[in-house]
């Protein structure tokens, strides 16, 4: 029986998604006179609830918001040709699963990490999934982390996190698990 587990977040860490997001963003914040810049997205956004950068973007709004959202979303899965998988974490992932336990913990939506996975044939690395669905607070709330170890009888000392933000980071610290900074995708 697995007594060990491995955490990792999407966006960042398992892969480059900045240019695909940006891209998808900015086709969608268009209508509202917003430009981004992929400078701007990964320095201000990647990493982030979607729900709290595009507040700040559009003053609060909370129904231009969502349609910036919907709209992202529809034209996200043409630029999945822009992602970078990050290899070599996928190797180590496939390694610690003879003795980990591994779960995918995100702030992104449902529907974008399983297109992803699917996209790159990846569905199957993962014992559990949390996304922003399941989880109320998002980081850099340690809940998403919490739950997973909860949901294998896992304690954090025999836990692993891999992140990238800072947001992630700091969930990673308060959760009381070691962690593992990725810094970019090569």
Same mark, same amino acid.
């Given at each position: 029986m697995k007594k060990k587990l491995a955490i990792f977040d999407m966006d960042g860490?398992?892969?480059?998604?900045?240019?695909?997001?940006?891209?998808?963003?900015a086709v969608a914040l268009a209508p509202y006179g917003v430009s981004l810049s992929v400078e701007d997205f990964a320095q201000h956004c990647n990493g982030r609830y979607y729900r709290d950068f595009l507040g700040e973007l559009l003053g609060g709004d909370e129904a231009k918001i969502d349609a910036v959202h919907d709209a992202k979303l529809a034209a996200y899965p043409a630029l999945f040709h822009r992602i970078r998988e990050n290899t070599a974490l996928f190797s180590l992932l496939q390694t610690l699963r003879a003795d980990y336990h591994t779960?995918?913990?995100?702030?992104?939506?449902?529907?974008?990490?399983?297109?992803?996975?699917?996209?790159?044939?990846?569905?199957?690395?993962? +014992?559990?999934? *949390?996304?922003?669905? &399941?989880?109320?607070h998002k980081? !850099? /709330?340690? +809940?998403?982390? *919490?739950?997973?170890? &909860?949901?294998?009888?896992?304690? !954090? /000392?025999?836990?692993?996190?891999?992140?990238?933000s800072p947001e992630g980071i700091q969930?990673?610290?308060?959760?009381?698990?070691?962690?593992?900074?990725?810094?970019?995708?090569?």
């Open positions: 860490t398992l892969f480059d998604t900045v240019p695909a997001n940006q891209a998808a963003y779960a995918l913990v995100t702030s992104a939506t449902r529907c974008s990490v399983e297109a992803i996975l699917r996209y790159f044939h990846r569905e199957n690395c993962f +014992d559990l999934l *949390l996304t922003n669905v &399941e989880v109320p980081k !850099p /709330a340690p +809940d998403g982390f *919490l739950m997973a170890m &909860e949901h294998f009888g896992v304690a !954090p /000392a025999d836990t692993i996190i891999f992140e990238d969930a990673a610290q308060a959760s009381g698990a070691p962690y593992l900074l990725v810094r970019e995708i090569r």
